[in-house]
């Protein structure tokens, strides 16, 4: 007689249970006035719970390391940047720490798939790892190829400007200069064999740009800084460009006749000047913060998939456009895109 075969037991999903408990948990706590702001604000700030849960899915469900490892991690990089733990700029120090997914693929092969307390130790040391390696990042010796380079471009007898800014990984400043007779003026720091400025004339306009040319170098020691200052004397198209790291352009006290700015990954922080001119900014990963002036009009087009939006109070939204008081009726104002697919964009006033 045979004997009565053993079923396995097996673990159902775990993803949307645990979704469902932790959005549970925040409408009880709203409805019990123990939260400071409304439920759907926190949900938002706690978005890259998702992809811990999908991590913890992968990990009870499928003993894996490999995907437990990668959305636990992003997710938890995620959460600890919306709640201002991490800075933006952590993101940068993560290109250097990539073989982290190497050894994590070794592990899937060796012990993945085998038990949970195999799967689930795997996953315990990468992510241990991971975040001493992030945060020893900051305590690092400066590399000592760092090359400082001084940009000054005269003026001449341009009455308009076209600038274009390339940068690779690092920090952008960009602000007012004083002088009236200087186009672009300031100091960059790179590995000083990849950087290419080239200025024409076209016309009456002064056609300038800056690039970094090569996508292979990345500054791991966080020391490409780029602070250059702009003209405010002439109107000037402006097009600032950045793969990973951290723009700050205060760009209040030039005259503006188009603003593009686009970044992959990182923070931007823009302040406007008054006028009637079109701003893009574009981002994949990160925080934008939009710093209009009080007295004009300004409309706003926010594009976005999971990401936090904050824009002053008194705004209206008609149709796909946010417009401030009496913006509408306007004949003149600022108008700003914003595309973003995973962050934070905060608009507000000086």
Same mark, same amino acid.
């Given at each position: 007689?045979?004997?009565?075969?053993? =079923?396995?037991? +097996?673990?159902?999903?775990? $993803? @949307? #249970?645990? !979704? &469902?408990?932790?959005? %549970?948990?925040?409408?009880? /706590?709203?409805?019990?006035?123990?939260?400071?702001?409304?439920?759907?604000?926190?949900?938002?700030?706690?978005?890259?719970?998702?992809?811990?849960?999908?991590?913890?899915?992968?990990?009870?469900?499928?003993?894996?390391?490999?995907?437990?490892?990668?959305?636990?991690?992003?997710?938890?990089?995620?959460?600890?940047?919306?709640?201002?733990?991490?800075?933006? =700029?952590?993101? +940068?120090?993560?290109?250097? $720490? @990539? #073989?982290? !997914? &190497?050894?994590?693929? %070794?592990?899937?092969?060796? /012990?993945?798939?085998?038990?949970?307390?195999?799967?689930?130790?795997?996953?315990?040391?990468?992510?241990?790892?991971?975040?001493?390696?992030?945060?020893?990042?900051?305590?690092?010796?400066?590399?000592?190829?760092?090359?400082?380079?001084?940009?000054?471009?005269?003026?001449?007898?341009?009455?308009?400007?076209?600038?274009?800014?390339?940068?690779?990984?690092?920090?952008?400043?960009?602000?007012?200069?004083?002088?009236?007779?200087? !186009?672009?003026?300031?100091?960059?720091?790179?590995?000083?064999?990849?950087?290419?400025?080239?200025?024409?004339?076209?016309?009456?306009?002064?056609?300038?740009?800056?690039?970094?040319?090569?996508?292979?170098?990345?500054?791991?020691?966080?020391?490409?800084?780029?602070?250059?200052?702009?003209?405010?004397?002439?109107?000037?198209?402006?097009?600032?460009?950045?793969?990973?790291?951290?723009?700050?352009?205060?760009?209040?006290?030039?005259?503006?006749?188009?603003?593009?700015?686009?970044?992959?990954?990182?923070?931007?922080?823009?302040?406007?000047?008054?006028?009637?001119?079109?701003?893009?900014?574009?981002?994949?990963?990160?925080?934008?913060?939009?710093?209009?002036?009080?007295?004009?009009?300004?409309?706003?087009?926010?594009?976005?998939?999971?990401?936090?939006?904050?824009?002053?109070?008194?705004?209206?939204?008609?149709?796909?456009?946010?417009?401030?008081?009496?913006?509408?009726?306007?004949?003149?104002?600022?108008?700003?895109?914003?595309?973003?697919?995973?962050?934070?964009?905060?608009?507000?006033?000086?």
């Amino acid at each position: 007689m045979r004997p009565p075969k053993t =079923s396995k037991k +097996r673990l159902g999903p775990i $993803l @949307w #249970p645990l !979704l &469902l408990i932790a959005f %549970g948990i925040l409408l009880m /706590l709203d409805t019990l006035g123990y939260l400071g702001k409304s439920a759907w604000d926190v949900i938002w700030d706690l978005w890259p719970l998702l992809f811990i849960a999908l991590g913890l899915d992968a990990l009870f469900r499928r003993k894996e390391i490999f995907g437990p490892v990668f959305w636990i991690g992003l997710g938890s990089v995620f959460l600890l940047t919306n709640f201002g733990i991490l800075d933006w =700029s952590a993101w +940068r120090a993560l290109l250097h $720490l @990539w #073989p982290v !997914l &190497l050894v994590t693929a %070794g592990l899937e092969i060796l /012990l993945g798939k085998r038990s949970i307390w195999l799967s689930l130790l795997g996953t315990i040391a990468v992510l241990s790892v991971l975040a001493i390696a992030l945060g020893l990042t900051d305590v690092r010796p400066p590399v000592q190829s760092t090359i400082q380079t001084t940009i000054n471009e005269p003026l001449g007898m341009a009455e308009q400007a076209d600038v274009s800014i390339v940068m690779g990984v690092g920090d952008l400043k960009l602000y007012a200069l004083e002088t009236s007779n200087t !186009l672009i003026s300031g100091e960059i720091s790179t590995d000083g064999a990849h950087v290419r400025s080239q200025s024409k004339m076209r016309g009456e306009t002064i056609v300038y740009s800056i690039e970094y040319t090569n996508p292979m170098a990345v500054p791991f020691d966080n020391a490409w800084q780029w602070e250059l200052g702009l003209s405010p004397e002439i109107p000037m198209e402006l097009q600032s460009s950045m793969g990973v790291g951290s723009m700050d352009l205060a760009m209040n006290e030039t005259t503006l006749d188009e603003l593009n700015i686009s970044q992959g990954v990182g923070e931007i922080q823009v302040n406007l000047p008054d006028g009637d001119y079109y701003t893009e900014i574009g981002q994949a990963v990160g925080r934008v913060v939009v710093e209009i002036p009080e007295d004009v009009h300004v409309r706003l087009d926010i594009s976005r998939a999971v990401s936090g939006l904050s824009v002053p109070a008194g705004f209206e939204k008609h149709n796909d456009y946010y417009y401030s008081p009496g913006a509408r009726e306007a004949d003149k104002y600022i108008r700003i895109k914003v595309n973003q697919a995973v962050g934070s964009i905060n608009v507000r006033y000086k």
